[in-house]
């Protein structure tokens, strides 16, 4: 933390002398960059039956991004990123039709490290996502996504990047919360350290009244129970099983802690990796602990074949789950990728599977998938 202070100050009493530079300086770049996945998915049982859907923004959301950086002069660049994510199949904007919803900050760069306000990703996503099963899967969250790692973002936030010293980083967000409430105010570090071809990441979250997918723990998890609390309900017309909770009537807890351990290895055309996160969430007068371990790999069959496999172990309270997801890509080129995944979820008896709390839950203990997309960069 003292290194993260000395940073902050060099970069605020820097400001008087390339405050004064820019004015002769012209020198700034924009780039537009994004993102296009679309594809058809067939899942094996959702409420009861079979479903196909043109699924997009699956492999990585579905995006349109401005970055630029301006050179300030004595090694100091202003920079900022904005970036929407939509849907491809009706082209609304997503993160609850926010313009810029996906990231949106502002900040300043040099050798002491990077410092940055606004809607942007957690440190704790930073340093751990690249060991996740995501690599072999666009549907292969962690169950629930409870806990963040895939895309944890922190409104209203300040964040520290440290510059890479001799293979080792680290970083620090706060975010402020959002209200006079200060709802989902948290703050995380994360660090990683890579020499040749091993990396490892390590990383720490917490978020005070948290929102988001825990607002409702049956409809991502199949989970009928938890911290105590009965999720479902019958309705009394059909008998069929709802949900006691929604965006309007959310699930709420006090607070959610979130710690994680990941590692690779690169041994040429096949990369390992693995990781294990444990959220912990106080509510109701109680707590209680989600653990997820994973293995994964990507191995570089040919120059354009890719074929990339992720274990997931998850436990919560009483309940485990068991998936296994496959990816198939071919490159057709060095922006558009063909690819065919796959992803088989087994939950303990009496819980609804539901893979990666993207899909309706299953009417048994099973749920899985295939999908046939496309991806393009640009």
């Not at 105590?228 to 006090?254: C, E, I, K, M």
């Not at 309940?319 to 065919?340: D, F």
Request: glycine share 12%; hydrophobic share 35%.
């Amino acid at each position: 933390m003292k290194k993260i202070g000395m940073a902050i100050a060099a970069l605020a009493t820097s400001m008087p002398v390339f405050q004064a530079q820019a004015e002769n300086i012209s020198n700034t770049k924009v780039s537009i960059y994004g993102r296009l996945d679309a594809g058809v998915t067939t899942v094996s049982n959702e409420a009861g039956g079979r479903n196909y859907r043109l699924d997009d923004g699956v492999y990585g959301a579905n995006r349109i991004g401005f970055k630029g950086e301006e050179d300030l002069g004595g090694g100091t660049q202003a920079l900022f990123v904005l970036e929407n994510s939509f849907s491809l199949g009706d082209g609304r904007a997503l993160q609850g039709g926010a313009l810029f919803g996906r990231q949106s900050y502002i900040g300043l760069r040099n050798d002491w490290g990077t410092l940055t306000l606004g809607n942007q990703y957690s440190s704790l996503t930073d340093f751990l996502v690249w060991y996740t099963g995501l690599c072999a899967s666009g549907y292969a969250f962690h169950q629930g996504s409870y806990d963040n790692v895939s895309g944890d973002r922190l409104r209203h936030s300040l964040k520290y990047q440290s510059p890479s010293m001799n293979g080792f980083r680290y970083g620090a967000t706060y975010g402020f919360g959002s209200g006079t409430a200060q709802r989902d105010k948290g703050w995380n570090v994360g660090a990683q350290y890579e020499q040749g071809s091993a990396s490892i990441g390590v990383g720490y979250s917490r978020h005070e009244r948290p929102v988001g997918a825990i607002s409702n723990p049956y409809r991502s998890t199949g989970m009928s129970s938890f911290l105590g609390q009965s999720l479902v309900s019958a309705d009394p017309a059909t008998g069929q099983v709802v949900s006691r909770y929604s965006p309007a009537n959310p699930f709420r807890v006090d607070r959610q802690d979130t710690w994680g351990l990941g590692g690779s290895y690169n041994f040429g055309k096949f990369t390992l990796a693995a990781d294990t996160i444990d959220t912990r969430f106080d509510g109701y007068g109680r707590s209680s602990h989600v653990r997820v371990y994973e293995v994964s790999d990507i191995h570089q069959l040919t120059e354009r074949t890719t074929l990339a496999a992720s274990y997931q172990h998850t436990r919560a309270e009483s309940t485990r789950w068991n998936q296994l997801s496959l990816q198939l890509s071919y490159a057709l080129s060095k922006r558009t990728t063909l690819y065919l995944s796959g992803d088989y979820l087994r939950a303990s008896s009496g819980t609804k599977a539901v893979i990666g709390g993207v899909f309706a839950p299953s009417s048994s203990n099973k749920q899985s998938d295939l999908r046939m997309a496309v991806l393009h960069t640009f």
